[in-house]
């Protein structure tokens, strides 16, 4: 059966279907007798799974067929011209650096590297490793966060009922669990067994991980078609002579692959974000070097208007041990107060008296505290003889609103007329005048601000500034996208 065209979320290259098709297959329920559909001389099959989030993905599996870069760009680019994925990852196995993976781990990379490169020059042939780079820098994000996280037992879960599935005479005589490691790959046209890809690593380029033939010709189709990709390796050997003798001679492979196969479902199940990753502005677009010239950005005083409070206590205990004004709206206040923090509320803090119940958010006095130029000592003084001073932090979020499908008219309306307007406001006030505030937007970035407050002698370092910035646009996104959905469902039910 043909698919709707705009289905697919994930396409799953395999390189070859001995072991490597079979493990996706087995991972993703795909039983050997399933006849697969057909695109052209291509073959390809279909499931859904959802995500942690309870959203359905779409994923289509293939294979190439046969080694090398250029069988896996030509089969990649026909699969992401035809069913339009979101997202491309490439599997299979691949020799490894003795000492720093073992047999049977796993290597997760968004940056490939030609490692037979070569250009021609007046004094000879002169190497030249080419690079290809997953432009969305937001997927290797999710990526390393997934890969540091509890979540990430699912995968071991799975590989182990993979494994469990294995005819003995398949597996290593000793039981293993996998490690992951996030890492480069070295790519090029030969078989590795002459142990110079360990060579390769130490003499140019120490964050390689693993080496094969398929990489860089599916990174360079996948970037052509401006697709997010990941490659995702399981180690087999350690392309030496060593890897060829013993008594485990080539019984890593069917366990290689599925280890990777396991560590790609259970990240598309719980680590994957791919709104977020479609969203992904790119570093360029956000001008991080600007945040360079105008660098790191010392924090006095900090507002918190935060509907989600956890994590709360925390971040708040430390930056009032490190002497940081806290300002708060009236839950938040209360909250933090009762446990013992000192915080002022936005009444307080503007030297106004509370208006009936609205919290002061967007008071204008908090406005040109945040918007305020450093630089301007007239200004700076004027705010210190009022009692206020400048607000560097801008800790800021509501929760997002997901109405059912089933969502009644009444519903739909309840949820608009309840729909918060401070916290977008506020936070584009911060993008604003992002010269002069830094905007935290969730609990899960609590850990990263102290951190780099810690580093950086409670300043926020300049690349932290943009990162922040990039995810309060997003935040942004999202909010105005759930507001504009819920508008548009009560449009069409009362027409």
């Not at 120490?206 to 052509?224: I, L, M, S, T, Y």
């Not at 003798?245 to 080539?250: P, R, S, Y």
């Not at 932290?464 to 507001?483: G, I, M, Q, S």
Request: proline content about 5%; hydrophobic content about 40%; aromatic content about 8%.
């Amino acid at each position: 059966m043909e698919p709707d065209q705009d289905v697919v979320d994930v396409g799953i290259l395999a390189v070859l279907p001995a072991f490597e098709l079979a493990a996706v297959q087995r991972t993703f329920g795909i039983p050997e007798s399933e006849k697969p559909s057909r695109i052209g001389n291509e073959k390809y099959w279909l499931r859904t799974i959802q995500d942690n989030n309870g959203k359905q993905l779409h994923v289509a599996v293939s294979f190439v067929g046969e080694q090398g870069n250029s069988p896996a760009a030509a089969v990649a680019t026909s699969l992401i011209k035809t069913l339009r994925p979101r997202l491309m990852i490439l599997t299979g196995t691949a020799a490894g650096i003795r000492g720093l993976v073992k047999l049977g781990d796993v290597v997760p990379s968004g940056l490939v590297i030609d490692y037979e490169g070569a250009k021609l020059t007046p004094d000879g042939l002169k190497p030249r490793f080419d690079r290809e780079k997953n432009k969305r820098r937001e997927l290797m994000d999710q990526v390393a966060l997934f890969d540091r996280s509890a979540k990430s037992g699912k995968w071991l879960r799975r590989f182990k009922e993979a494994q469990a599935i294995l005819p003995a005479g398949q597996r290593p005589t000793s039981p293993f669990v996998p490690a992951s490691h996030v890492g480069y790959v070295a790519s090029g046209e030969k078989l590795l067994s002459d142990g110079s890809l360990e060579e390769f690593q130490k003499t140019h380029e120490d964050r390689v991980r693993a080496g094969e033939k398929e990489g860089f010709g599916f990174a360079v189709a996948a970037n052509k078609e401006g697709v997010p990709w990941l490659i995702v390796r399981g180690i087999s050997d350690y392309g030496d002579p060593k890897s060829r003798d013993g008594k485990d001679k080539d019984k890593y492979h069917p366990s290689a692959t599925n280890a990777a196969a396991a560590y790609i479902r259970a990240f598309l199940e719980e680590g994957l974000d791919i709104d977020q990753v479609q969203r992904d502005v790119g570093d360029e677009l956000l001008g991080r070097h600007l945040f360079d010239v105008l660098g790191s950005l010392k924090i006095e005083a900090a507002l918190i208007s935060a509907e989600d409070k956890g994590g709360l206590e925390d971040l708040a205990k430390f930056l009032s041990s490190q002497g940081v004004r806290l300002i708060g709206t009236p839950g938040g206040q209360r909250l933090l107060s009762g446990l013992g923090i000192k915080i002022e509320s936005t009444w307080e803090f503007t030297r106004t008296a509370p208006l009936f119940d609205y919290r002061a958010t967007l008071h204008p006095y908090l406005m040109a505290c945040i918007a305020v130029d450093r630089n301007d000592r007239a200004k700076i003084a004027y705010l210190r003889k009022l009692g206020m001073c400048p607000v560097g932090l801008v800790i800021c979020n509501t929760k997002l609103s997901h109405p059912p499908e089933e969502a009644t008219t009444v519903e739909l309306a309840e949820r608009l007329a309840h729909m918060q307007v401070g916290v977008p406001l506020l936070l584009r006030w911060g993008i604003r005048h992002w010269s002069t505030t830094a905007t935290v937007v969730a609990p899960r970035d609590y850990g990263g601000l102290v951190n780099n407050l810690r580093n950086n002698h409670m300043m926020i370092s300049p690349p932290y500034r943009a990162e922040l910035f990039r995810r309060t646009l997003r935040y942004v996104l999202d909010h105005d996208r759930d507001t504009a959905d819920i508008y548009d469902r009560l449009w069409t039910k009362n027409l």
